[in-house]
Structure formats: C-alpha cells, structure tokens
C-alpha cells in the first residue's frame, strides 16, 4: 500500500525545498511531491504541524555484535534509532571479533537485515586487529559493503601505516575516520584536563591529546590526498585545524556529537560515569567553538558516537567504568533544544549535518533527501514538543545517558524506513 | 549544632563553621589522652568499619583508635585477603558490609571518587581516609587543628605546601581547609608537580623553595613517591633534593618560629632532612596524636546523623 504523508512542512535541503508539500510514497521510495496530493487506497499520516525530513543518518554508532550482546544488539540498537527518528546507521568495527574481515561484515550486514528495523552500513577495520600494524583487507571489506574504514577507540600511532591508510584507500573513494587522541599524552586520562579534573584527583586528558592528531592526520592527507574524516572532535583547536586545512583545498570533513555542544567537563563532579567518554567533556570556550564550527560548516555532521554500556558496567568508581554513552534516542532532541531554538542553526542546517551531509560524504545512493525516486526514509519530527528521557524510557538495552531528565524539544514523532513504518507501529489511517 | 551531612567527603563540601565546629568538638576528646582511662561510652553498640584498599598504618590504626575510644566496636576490612581478590565490587562490598548492619564505613581507596560511590549506594555514614589524588579530609582536619593550636590562629597565616602537590590529596584537603579558614597558601615543587590551574583556588605557585619560604608561618613537607621519577617528573632523587630538600638552611629563610610538618610516611633524607625532622620547629608526631582527636570528632559528629 501507498504511504502519503499530508499537511507537513516539508524541508529538504538537498533539493533545497522548504515549504507545505504533501509527500506519496510508494514501493519503498518517494514517488511524488506536491502542493496537494489526493491519493486514494493509501495509508495517510497527518502531519499538520510537524516537520517532514529525510531520515536521520547516524555516521558513528556502536552496536556491540558479535560479542557484547549484554550491552546492545541489532535488534535492539536498530530499534533505539528507529526511535531518534534515525533511518540509516553506520556501526563501528571495534566488536568481537572485529570488523576487519569479509564475513565478519556480511554477518552484520545479514543480521540487520533479518533483525534490523534500520538500514546499518558497516565500518570496517583499517589495520588488522586494529593493531594499527598491518592494513586490514580494506579492498575485500569494501567489496563485503563497508562505508568506510576506522580503528575508532584505537587510533593509528604509527604515521606511517595512517599514511599508507589514507592512501591505499584513494583507489576505493573510502574516507578514513580517525579517532584523533595521541595515546601517550592522554595514558590513563579518564576526564578533560583542566580545572575540574585537579579538584576532583582525577587524570587528565589534555585537549592537545586530539589536537595533535587532527594536525598529523590533517598533514598526512594533504601529503597522500586520502579523505579523512575527523571523527567525534571536542575541542576549539580542533575546529580551528579543521578550518584551516579546509580553506587549503585538504580533503578532510569532520564530526560531531550533541554531548559536545551541549554539555562542560563541570558535569564529571559528583563522579557520574554517565558524564566518562572519550574524548572526554571539554570547557565552555570548547562547545562555543563547535557550535560556530558547526555554523560556518566546517563541521560536516552530527551523529551519536552510540556506546551502550551495562547497569554493570558503568556502577563503579569513574577510573574503572568504561568510555561511552549511548545517544541514538537523544541526538533528534539536543539538536532542536542546543542548535536550533538557541539560533545556531537553522532546520535545513541542522537537518543536513544528520542526512544530506553524510549521504554525500560517504557516497550513499538515493538516501539522505526527499527528491522523488530517492529511497523513502523519513522522519516526521514536531518540533514543539518538550519531553525528556527517564532512565527506564531508552529502548537502546544500556541506558548510560547524562541525558536521562534533560529538558528536550523536537521530538521524532514518526520514523518511516524504505517505505515502512517502524516507529511507531500504529503511526497512521487507511484511506 | 551538627554537620549538615551524613558523610565526610572531603573539606570542599564543608563550610568554615563546620570545620570551627569539628576542630571545637576535637579539643575535649584530645584533653582525654592524658587520663588514665582514655576512653568515652559515646558510641557504645556502634559498629566502625575501616574498609583500606591501599595499605596504611598510621591512618587506619588513627580510625581504629579514635572508635575505640569512643567505645564503638571496630573492624577492620584487609581488602587483600576479602572478597575484593574475588572479583566483589565496591558496591556490593559496601552493600555487605550495610547489610551487617555497619554505621560508619572508613574507607581509603586509590581511585579519587570512590567514597563517593560508595556514599550513594549505602546508608551508614561514610569517612573518605583518602581517596587517589582527590581528598583526604581528615588529614586535612588534623593539620588545621595542628596549626590552630600552635599558633592559636589560622587566618592571615602564610602556610607553605612543598612537593607534589598533583598527586597529594593532603595538599587539596589542605587547600580547602586552610583556604575557608583564612590562611594564605603557597605551593612549590616543580611545574611537572602542580598543576597550573591550582592557582584558581587562590593558591600562589612557587617553583623557586627558598623563595617560596621567604617569611612563612608553616611548612608543610609532602611525601614524594620516588617512584614517580619513572613517568618523567622529575629527572632524579638527586635531583629532587638538590631542588627542594628542606634543610636546615632552608628553614632559616622562614619565619623564626616557624612550623614544620609532614602527614608522613617520612622519606628522611629525600624531602626532608633529618634534622629538620627532629628540630624544635618539627610538630610530625603531635600531628599523629591530634588526628585521633580529630577522627574521634568527626565520628562523634556524623554519629548524630546515622539513620
């Protein structure tokens, strides 16, 4: 049956359309958009008042299968996007084994399929193991259906293989995303460096600890011209590097995540492991820097950097608990609540960092825009609505949130995959 | 008057009269000492636990001592031969240990914040003895008490901390308490050895000791772990006293009656000489007898709050 979505202000920035349309759907894709679409047979969604935007693509998420299913799975982290009005994900590699292999990829890509309710785009390995020793099989991986290629977590130390790396991969057009953090500067870090960190007695991890590796990666894909995509960047310097290599023609675009807009390393205090990631929260000049990074487009995307941890994990002294937090149901809301209504970005900005943007930049046909013939993910968001999270709300298996009860507005309201409606379930009336 | 809390945390969270309050409440306990009998039925039928992760003697037999006087009943948790070996968590530890019906837990334990978890996951009141470099309140508290009584005041003191101060948590206790009490701090050591942004807490940086010195009513000389030389922080333990060693000498550039202290272990011959150590100046051991006075305080403080 024909899904048509009518009375909703339509905002594509890819086609460059904002307005009242009415949007038909058919056999998966977008078959038609008008002022005034009369349809019959079909399933209609009111969208009077609400948002109708293409679906949320999530560059940097964890999903943790194969090998921590206790954290998240397939199934269960498919459906926590589905509920952020997130349409496509990229999964990192760092799960056991890793993605450094043909069929460890295919496994993935053929568990999303039989268990996903999004579409999940795998990220292979860069070195075998993510050792950061020998390249992994990059030309196999790509053939197996990665989008790119990343030892996320464990960034590339040896120049010379990073080298390689960004130019091995010219010939298959796959970025190389970096996680920028030099180990031996940040060893044993566990928050930003700085004053709270000192009253608290916990280690430091140094801003220059990212910085200097944004800068090596930065100067090494101007001498390979590889494309490199700085992943999950926190600091001004940061920005500052990226702005510069941008403005000299260097192939590099760059991430984001909302904790970073949104929150200060002040949060650590009272030694909630919800407030641990890496890299880790940095100062208030540090957010002001990514949110005017994120203005003048020198920060391409916005994504989650998804890193579900248990109950289990995470209830213990800050030095122990491990890096991450999950982010998949709350990037919709911080967006709207920290970007939008404080006038950062505008709705087509701000939309296009989470789909137009990342479609073009990792070569995803047909997604990311609402042109007819483009596959139909769409998510239907109303943008008035304030809401919050409870630690017992999250879909996602983990609920390691430093978002649980934060104020949000914006909310997914409607999450529509290839055609389908997957969130939520009864979204909809025949006609 | 009480503490408006149920936990002893670290001198952050208390406010100066708090801090008046406890150094008041320590000064009748310590008058005890010199009795026969030194011992008060005040915690009769209370049950202490001393719950030390790191090893520690001076610190734990001081909590030991302070409850026994107070008649409480005291047990002590050697984390090395617990259930800690087999794989328990510091929450359920804590847990157990609630559900045996523990009032006090004492807890010392590397990793800064741990008291704190533990705080939030039981009710019996909880005493951080240190925790990694963020806190170690009692220290703190018997430091003050120490310099209070000496020199029959605090405020407008010009009191020096010496050494590492990165990784002290004697130093950021010290810091707190000396700050909200009125002193005036300064810290030396080498720029490896403090972090810049303590001066955000009105502290003044010296890297040069002897002019650091120049006029100030207190020492006090930090223990530096020799083994800190291996991450780079210092080039060597020659070195290291070359630069900062408190010698005789050095004192001299202080004020005449100046006082000298160290919360110990004493690394004699590294960071202090032994002839400072054993000088008139030197109050290290009246420091170790005040800290029972005070631990017994702030026992007898939170006692009031135990639920």
Not at chain 1, 274 to 282: A, D, E, V
Not at chain 2, 87 to 114: C, V, Y
Request: glycine residues 8%; contains cysteine.
């Amino acid at each position: 049956m024909k899904l048509l979505i009518k009375n909703g202000r339509v905002i594509d920035p890819a086609a460059k359309r904002d307005g009242a349309f009415d949007v038909l759907v058919s056999e998966g894709k977008i078959e038609k958009i008008g002022e005034k679409i009369d349809e019959r047979d079909c399933r209609v969604v009111d969208a009077k008042g609400k948002i109708v935007a293409p679906g949320l693509i999530d560059i940097h998420t964890h999903l943790r299968e194969p090998g921590h299913e206790e954290e998240e799975t397939i199934a269960s982290g498919t459906r926590a996007a589905a509920r952020g009005g997130v349409t496509t994900i990229f999964c990192m590699p760092n799960t056991h084994p890793p993605l450094d292999n043909a069929p460890a990829v295919e496994f993935v890509t053929l568990k999303a399929k039989k268990e996903g309710v999004v579409n999940v785009f795998p990220i292979g390995c860069i070195t075998k193991n993510s050792a950061g020793e020998e390249l992994a099989e990059i030309g196999v991986l790509k053939k197996a259906g990665v989008v790119a290629v990343s030892d996320d977590g464990n960034p590339v130390m040896n120049s010379q293989v990073m080298r390689r790396a960004l130019e091995y991969t010219k010939m298959f057009k796959l970025p190389v995303i970096a996680h920028c953090e030099d180990k031996n500067l940040s060893r044993n870090g566990v928050m930003n460096e700085g004053h709270t960190s000192m009253v608290l007695g916990l280690r430091g991890i140094p801003r220059q600890s990212e910085e200097i590796m944004v800068s090596r990666d930065i100067m090494l894909a101007e001498l390979t011209g590889g494309h490199l995509h700085i992943a999950h960047m926190s600091t001004s310097g940061s920005v500052e590097l990226v702005r510069q290599a941008k403005k000299r023609k260097i192939n590099v675009t760059a991430e984001t995540c909302p904790h970073y807009f949104t929150l200060i390393d002040e949060v650590v205090k009272k030694y909630n492991t919800n407030t641990k990631m890496n890299p880790p929260l940095r100062r208030a000049q540090d957010v002001a820097a990514i949110k005017e990074g994120l203005a003048d487009g020198t920060i391409d995307c916005i994504c989650t950097d998804h890193a579900p941890h248990t109950e289990e994990e995470k209830n213990k002294e800050y030095d122990l608990a491990p890096f991450g937090i999950i982010g998949l149901e709350t990037m919709l809301g911080l967006v709207v609540t920290e970007l939008i209504e404080k006038k950062v970005l505008n709705w087509a900005d701000a939309i296009s960092k989470m789909s137009a943007n990342p479609a073009r930049i990792f070569g995803l046909e047909g997604r990311g825009n609402l042109k007819p013939g483009s596959i139909a993910d769409i998510v239907i968001i109303d943008p008035k609505r304030s809401y919050t999270f409870g630690a017992n709300d999250f879909v996602s298996k983990s609920r390691n949130s430093p978002f649980t009860d934060f104020p949000l507005r914006g909310f997914p309201e409607t999450t529509i995959v290839g055609g389908a409606i997957v969130w939520p379930r009864n979204a909809g009336t025949n006609h | 008057m009480a503490l408006q809390q149920n936990n002893l945390l670290g001198l952050e969270y208390l406010d100066k009269k708090e801090i008046e309050l406890i150094l008041e409440t320590a000064r009748p306990f310590k008058s005890l000492f010199t009795r026969s009998i030194k011992k008060v039925p005040t915690l009769r039928g209370k049950t202490v636990v001393n719950l030390f992760y790191e090893p520690s003697t001076r610190t734990r037999t001081s909590f030991e001592i302070a409850a026994k006087r107070l008649s409480a009943d005291v047990v002590n948790v050697a984390v090395s031969t617990s259930s800690v070996v087999k794989g328990e968590s510091l929450i359920d530890t804590g847990k157990t240990l609630e559900a045996m019906k523990a009032d006090f837990m004492i807890i010392r334990h590397g990793m800064a914040g741990a008291p704190a978890v533990l705080a939030r996951n039981v009710h019996a009141s909880v005493i951080n003895a240190g925790d990694g470099f963020h806190e170690h309140p009692t220290q703190g508290l018997l430091d003050l008490y120490t310099i209070r009584e000496k020199k029959k005041r605090i405020a407008g003191l010009k009191v020096l901390l010496v050494g590492d101060i990165l990784h002290s948590r004697v130093a950021k206790s010290n810091i707190w308490g000396l700050m909200k009490m009125g002193a005036e701090i300064r810290v030396s050591g080498p720029p490896t050895l403090i972090p810049p942004t303590i001066s955000d807490l009105g502290v003044k940086i010296y890297y040069d000791l002897d002019e650091a010195l120049a006029g100030v009513d207190v020492v006090n000389i930090l223990r530096i772990q020799v083994e800190r030389q291996q991450e780079n922080l210092f080039p060597s333990v020659h070195e290291y006293i070359e630069l900062y060693q408190m010698t005789k000498e050095r004192v001299a550039r202080a004020k005449p009656d100046v006082m000298i202290m160290h919360p110990g272990p004493m690394n004699r011959g590294i960071e202090i000489s032994s002839e400072v150590a054993d000088s008139p100046s030197a109050v290290i051991y009246e420091q170790v007898t005040n800290g029972i006075a005070v631990r017994m305080a702030v026992l007898y403080l939170l006692s009031g709050n135990v639920r």
